[in-house]
């Protein structure tokens, strides 16, 4: 190809038809601005087609990290024993026994296994640690970028602060009353047995008991407050970004 072009400058020069050599010459720059616009068109179109794809699997990843967040969140607060509604719940009826000296029934070791312990939360953050690592800049919708990062850099230590709260009350507090005024008996529901008081008449007295799980009681709340809106958050993550892979 390249020696048929040249042979045709060659013939045009020789037959002295310069006009017609210097119109072919502009018209052969033009072919081959052409065919490296071509070429760079393409490189572009190959390169975007890898960066959407790139953007697809970080955010696939961080749906995986929101769908199990709002399963682990859900399950601690629906399930069938140590639900986060049914320890708040125990809380209350212990503190109402123990302040209105009422008279002990053996339901009530439900209520005390269900106080002396806590939810240990599994929430996932290992899609946006991988896009952090590749950069935000990946997400091309400046939105939903920001979105993320809130959730990530806001919400997320949100609920992990609130946990660790309730989670350093139980072993600076709890703990020690549970090892001291209780006794674990083996069940067959509860793999941890259930917790039994030594003394029932003599925990009314225990000021000190009664205003722990009165401020265990605050702190559970404060946690399900928070676990509920980072459900709610993720939820509506999620959906943001399901559209966001709709429209790609």
Not at 11 to 18: E, F, S, Y
Not at 197 to 216: A, H, Q, R, V, W
Request: aromatic share 10%; no cysteine.
């Amino acid at each position: 190809m390249i020696k048929f072009f040249r042979k045709i400058r060659y013939d045009l020069m020789k037959k002295n038809k310069m006009s017609k050599y210097f119109k072919y010459a502009i018209g052969e720059i033009l072919l081959v601005v052409i065919g490296i616009l071509i070429a760079l068109s393409i490189n572009n179109w190959n390169e975007k087609k890898k960066t959407e794809e790139k953007e697809t699997h970080a955010l696939s990843e961080i749906i995986s990290d929101l769908d199990n967040n709002i399963e682990t969140l859900t399950d601690i607060k629906t399930r069938e024993i140590n639900s986060l509604n049914s320890s708040k719940n125990s809380l209350k009826i212990i503190i109402d026994v123990l302040e209105n000296n009422k008279q002990y029934h053996d339901s009530l070791i439900v209520h005390f296994t269900a106080i002396l312990g806590y939810p240990d939360p599994d929430l996932k953050t290992s899609g946006y640690e991988s896009l952090t690592s590749i950069g935000m800049d990946l997400i091309s919708d400046n939105k939903l970028r920001s979105e993320i990062g809130k959730y990530y850099t806001s919400q997320i230590p949100d609920i992990e602060r609130s946990y660790n709260e309730l989670r350093d009350d139980f072993y600076h507090y709890m703990l020690d009353y549970s090892r001291f005024l209780f006794r674990r008996s083996a069940n067959e529901k509860r793999d941890q047995g259930i917790m039994i008081p030594n003394n029932f008449e003599k925990l009314k007295d225990n000021n000190g008991f009664i205003e722990s799980i009165k401020t265990y009681l605050t702190v559970y709340g404060s946690f399900d407050n928070m676990a509920i809106e980072t459900i709610n958050s993720s939820k509506t993550l999620k959906q943001n970004i399901e559209l966001t892979l709709e429209k790609n």
